[in-house]
């Protein structure tokens, strides 16, 4: 941050400004120079809406600094010389900010994993784990490289899930649009012209009437209603229990259960991989990997297999208690621990579980196209039918 100061030499007013995390370091540089201190002000930023938006640090943000700051320190350069680097080309001021706090950390004497822990919700428990093994074994390079592949397979892999969902969901958004328009304000006026008549206007009609209606009245009524209820439902997720409702509500949906259960089991062995590849034992691993994952059925799953670990029961026999896992994973488990070869094998396995994830959701995205489709024959058929068949009904009369 800046600091504007004012100060006195040999009989002069002085002014200038200084760049500092603290205004006590500013205090302390300018005494050493010998000034006598007027003021010292920090300056106020104008943050703007846009400002904002492209300061935001995101996921690539820190994927990035992981692979420049494993290929420097790989290159031989010490870990105060790579962040400075860093801290000098990186245009957002947000995350120039962190790096100079990691960097004035580090020189005060304390551990990299240590100064991290500061921004967890930039750094996982996974990121601080293995930069605090990379810092006990002294290969911190090595660690950020693999920590830095798996950052950006997981970069990836999020990525075509959005590519794959994106087109259905723009779908079903502007198809609920043209529907609120349709019935609130374009159909009321062709219904009107059946109040003149005389005629028995079709079930479907009726309803439509009914429905066009009140949408017409009460439709700021309907809209700050939608509103609530998405708060309230919101709000309720955020709760422990309506979290774990919702996840295990997902597991439960044909077809879109597929998708979660290998997302999350590519997450969760990479993950796990990586952890005792670099050494952390397999109690703390489970510990990391169940704060990692984001649905709190696998959260609790890995809860009661850490618990069974600790006891003494082999990992692949806990996880085979646990419904949740398939048992081409169990398998691959118990085969990884008799050969010694753990990490390797849960390596493969989520390679495999990658590859189920895309086919799961090439499936969904397969029959959800047909499906709004025919959603949407249904809804101008009824439509249609509700419109036109007053009007054949009048035509007829008319004769």
């Known amino acids: 941050m800046i600091f504007y100061y004012r100060v006195i030499q040999n009989g002069k007013i002085l002014k200038g400004k200084i760049e500092s995390e603290r205004e006590d370091d500013v205090r302390d540089y300018l005494r050493k120079k010998g000034f006598f201190i007027i003021e010292i002000k920090k300056k106020v930023e104008q943050i703007s809406f846009l400002s904002l938006i492209f300061n935001r640090i995101n996921f690539s943000d820190i994927v990035n600094f992981t692979r420049q700051l494993a290929m420097m320190l790989n290159a031989g350069l010490t870990l105060v010389e790579s962040l400075d680097i860093l801290k000098r080309q990186t245009s957002k001021q947000s995350f120039k900010k962190i790096i100079n706090y990691l960097l004035e950390e580090i020189k005060a004497g304390n551990p990299f994993s240590m100064a991290l822990k500061k921004y967890k919700n930039y750094f996982s428990n996974l990121y601080i784990a293995l930069v605090r093994s990379g810092e006990a074994s002294g290969k911190l390079g090595e660690i950020l490289l693999k920590l830095a592949d798996n950052l950006e ?21 502007a198809m609920i649009i043209v529907i609120f328009i349709m019935i609130t304000f374009v159909l009321p006026r062709l219904l009107n012209l059946y109040k003149d008549f005389n005629v028995d206007l079709p079930f479907t009609t009726q309803i439509l009437i009914i429905i066009s209606s009140f949408m017409t009245k009460f439709w700021p009524l309907f809209i700050i209603g939608v509103i609530l209820l998405i708060v309230i439902i919101k709000n309720y997720l955020k709760t422990k229990e309506g979290k774990f409702l919702y996840d295990y509500t997902l597991l439960k949906i044909p077809i879109l259960n597929n998708v979660i259960k290998t997302s999350s089991l590519v997450d969760l062995t990479r993950t796990f991989s990586i952890l005792i590849g670099a050494g952390i034992s397999i109690l703390e691993a489970l510990d990391i990997v169940k704060d990692t994952s984001e649905n709190l059925v696998y959260q609790q799953a890995f809860a009661d297999i850490y618990k069974k670990v600790e006891k003494g029961v082999s990992l692949g026999t806990a996880m085979e208690e646990e419904e949740i896992f398939p048992p081409i994973l169990v398998q691959m488990t118990q085969v990884g621990e008799q050969t010694g070869k753990l990490d390797d094998t849960l390596s493969r396995i989520s390679r495999y579980f990658e590859l189920e994830s895309e086919m799961s959701i090439k499936a969904m995205t397969t029959l959800i196209e047909p499906a709004i489709l025919i959603f949407l024959g249904l809804g101008v058929g009824f439509l249609v039918m509700s419109v036109i068949t007053p009007i054949y009904n009048l035509t007829s009369s008319f004769k």
Do not use: T
Request: proline share 5%; no cysteine.
């Open 153 to 173: 397979k997981e970069r990836e892999f999020k990525a075509k899930v959005k590519g794959a969902l994106i087109y259905p969901v723009i779908v079903i958004i």
